[in-house]
Structures are given as C-alpha cells and as structure tokens.
C-alpha cells in the first residue's frame, strides 16, 4: 500500500526527487532501468524545459521498452481526455460553469485516479508523463501566456500579491503550531519533522517539503509516503476551493494605446484564417522554448537552476514587448490555456483519496486544520489591510503549490495582471520555505513535542 501511496505523490509534485530517490534505494539498487531511472531523478527538478525533455529522454532510452511507449501513450491520452471533459463540462452544463474547466479537469482527473488504474498500472510510464507536463509543458505554457504581458504593469501588479502571499505563509507558521498543539500525541516521536516538512511545503510547494525532508534526516520511508499521500489530496481540496471561492476580477490597469493598436493589429492578422492561427502559435512556440533555453542557461551559470521559472518572468515579457511589433502572437494563448487544463488534470490525477485516507485520521487532521488556519489567517488580515480577495487567493494558492499551480489559476481566471507575480511570489516561497521549515522543526521540538 505504501509503495503506491509514494508512486502516486511523487508523479502528482515530481520535485520530491529525494524521496522518490531514497524508495528506489530501499528497494531494488541492483536493477538496470533503476540504476538509469536514478541519474534521470537525482538531478535538480526545477521547471526547466532542458532538465524535463533529459529526464523524458533517459527514461525511453533505457531499455527501449515498446510496452513503456505504449502505457506513457495511454497515460497521456487519459490526461488529454481528463482537459477535454473538463472544458466541454464547463461549456456544455451549468454546474460546469461555476466550477471552470480547470477545476473540472481537476475533478475528472482525480475520478480516474480513485475508480480506475490507468495512472497505476505502470508507475514507469506515469512518471514519465507527469514529468512531461510539470517539466517541460508547463513552463512553456508559462512562457506563452508571458508573451503577452506588458512589463510596465509588472511593479503594479505585484505589491497586492505579494502581501497576500506574505499573509498566507505567516499562516502557514501559526497554523502548523496552532495544528501541532493538537495532534502532536498522535503523529508520534517524528512528527515535529512532518510537521516543519509541512510548513515548508505550504509556505513555497512541494520542492521547499523534499529539501526540509532531508535537511532533518527524516528518512522513515513508510512515514513519508503517508505524509505525502495525504498532503496531496488536502493539497488538490484546498486548490479546489480557492479556485470556486466568489471573488471579483481584478480592474483593469489604465489602457496603454498603443498596446491596444498593437493587439488589434494581431487581431486583424489572425482573424483571417486557421492556417494564420496556427502560423501564429509555431512562431510563438519557438521563441517560447528559445526564451526558456537562455533561462534555463541564466540560471544554471548563477547556480540557481531552481530559480529557472522566475528568470523565464523577466525575460518573457521583454522579449514580447520587442517583437510584438514585427511578429504576431496572439496564437499563443490558445496553446497556454490548453497546457493549463492539462497541468489541473494532472493535480487531479495523481489524487486517489481510497488509498490516500487508509493512512489514517491524524495526518489528514494535523494537514486540515493547517490550511483551515492559514486560510483564516490570510483572509482576515486581507481585509484589516485592504487587499484585494484576488490577490489574496493568488498568494495562497502561490503559497501552497508553488508557482505553477499560482500562476496556472491566474491563466485560467483570466487574470492576466495576476501573471507575473503569481510566479514572483511562488519563487519566493522556494527561497523562503526550507528555511522557515528547518527553524520550525527545532521549535516544535522543544516546544510542543511529546517527551
């Protein structure tokens, strides 16, 4: 049961290399592919386009299995299915209306995670995918949506997020003390470490749990596994919510004419027919994955490779702010959007709550009360210092996923002003989040810990 319950998380966050290395230790050091699997693993995850497409590469070359290309095939497809029906579910009826298609595609995906084994049935080729969208596809749809962002907005766009973000991660810190005086007999001799793993995982994502994780040598396999199984379906719950919660759009900046002219010219060339659509999208796309190449280059040269994604932020909008003018874009939010309902279908998909709630009631009370804490906390103090619900909704999201799945709910709100520091403030959380993770470890121990 654990084996799965490890599988299942670590496809579902694929930054938890650590601990998926340290299962594979445990368990069979003698096999080839999981020598070859090993290296793919091991490596920095960060959202680099070059690190996902060596990781896809090494785990096809390894043994040139024709059934992994097939079940990686049918994986894949079981995700697309999973966005479809998420899209046409909000177009089609009213209930899907109110969820939105990403939350949909969330929703479905999770569906056959729980009653179906076709993210199961091979934990190779699921990996293989899941590593596909987080590694290579999501940045590039980042990347895309980012084309189209001005960057004189971006120092007005980011003061309200960033408060949200910095009002969501102290009530991180409150609830996981608040949360561990309660259920801190019941988590046992180790849980102050999976509470500080927690904490630093809800404050910048799941990287910020694997590097707490190996900071305080929390190498009890079974009891990571259940930590990680419950933390994702709370984490794919607590999402849910955020993206269902009423909230008013944010306004709209003042006009910029001449983005305006600019964006009606697009307009007027794409409007003329498909092929032009999808002339647009391929040279959108490989400016796309020329821009993430130079970040990904950027960012290992300054020994920041996790840092790649916040680098892609700044030069994005740049260079479509250089070559709107000459080239046009507009093709490009269709891809992105597209990649956005894959990525939440993904979310779902690595959620099977069956095997996730047979680890029992403590963890799951420890997690809820955490982000029920935190979300309280940040709501509360959103509205003592007049931000905006949006940009509070965007810094928890930022706060508990990290700055994909922040930036993913902005793309799919619509909230374009809410682009940029979506993954400003999920970065930050990836600089902030182990540490603050490491000191709650040394303070619950000395404080609340059973002796």
């Known amino acids: 049961m654990m084996e799965v319950l490890a599988s299942k998380h670590f496809v579902s966050r694929p930054s938890l290399s650590y601990i998926h290395e340290k299962r594979r230790t445990l368990q069979s050091p003698t096999s080839s592919y999981q020598k070859k699997k090993k290296k793919a693993t091991t490596a920095t995850t960060s959202s680099l386009s070059q690190n996902g497409l060596a990781c896809v590469s090494a785990n096809f070359t390894g043994d040139g299995n024709v059934k992994l290309y097939f079940e990686s ?3 894949l497809a079981s995700l697309i299915s999973c966005a479809f029906a998420g899209d046409m579910t909000e177009k089609k009826t009213q209930f899907g209306k109110y ?3 990403a939350l949909s595609a969330l929703l479905v995906g999770c569906f056959l995670a729980s009653f179906t084994g076709v993210f199961t049935f091979s934990s190779n080729a699921t990996t293989i995918v899941f590593d596909l969208i987080w590694d290579v596809l999501m940045p590039l749809g980042v990347t895309l949506a980012l084309l189209n962002v001005k960057v004189s907005d971006f120092a007005t766009q ?4 960033l408060l949200g973000f910095s009002f969501a991660s102290v009530g991180s810190i409150l609830g996981t003390v608040f949360s561990f005086a309660l259920f801190s007999k019941s988590l046992g001799a180790l849980g102050y470490k999976i509470a500080a793993c927690m904490c630093a995982s809800y404050i910048g994502g799941s990287l910020n749990f694997a590097a707490t994780a190996k900071a305080l040598e929390l190498t009890n396999a079974n009891l990571l596994a259940a930590s990680m199984a419950a933390d994702n379906v709370l984490m794919a719950v607590f999402l849910g919510l955020l993206m269902v919660l009423p909230c008013k759009p944010p306004h709209p900046l003042p006009v910029d004419v001449e983005e305006d002219e600019r964006t009606a010219k697009a307009k007027e060339k ?3 027919t498909p092929e032009m659509i999808a002339g647009s999208a391929v040279r959108a796309s490989v400016v796309a994955t020329a821009i993430l190449f130079v970040s990904s280059l950027l960012a290992k040269l300054s020994n920041l490779e996790n840092f790649s994604l916040a680098i892609t932020c700044i030069i994005a909008p740049f260079i479509g702010v250089l070559l709107n003018s000459k080239l046009d874009f507009s093709g490009s939010q269709f ?9 939440f279908a993904c979310i779902g998909a690595g959620c099977n709550v069956f095997t996730a709630f047979a680890v029992g009631a403590p963890l799951f009370g420890f997690i809820f009360f955490l982000l029920l804490a935190q979300l309280l906390f940040a709501l ?3 509205k003592a210092f007049r931000v905006p619900l949006w940009a509070t909704l965007i810094g928890l999201n930022a706060s508990a ?7 993913a709910m902005a793309a799919s709100k619509g909230w374009k002003r809410a682009l940029q520091p979506a993954v400003l403030a999920g970065t930050i959380g990836y600089a902030i989040g182990t540490m603050v993770g490491c000191v709650m470890s040394v303070f619950l121990r000395a404080t609340l810990a059973p002796s």
């Open 401 to 407: 996923g990290g700055p994909a799945t922040a930036f």
């Open 380 to 382: 509360l103090f959103a």
């Open 335 to 343: 891809i992105s959007k597209n990649i956005m309902l894959l990525f």
């Open 270 to 272: 794409t409007n003329s």
């Open 73 to 75: 095939a049918l994986v």
């Open 158 to 161: 980011s003061k309200e997020v």
């Open 99 to 101: 969820l939105g298609n």
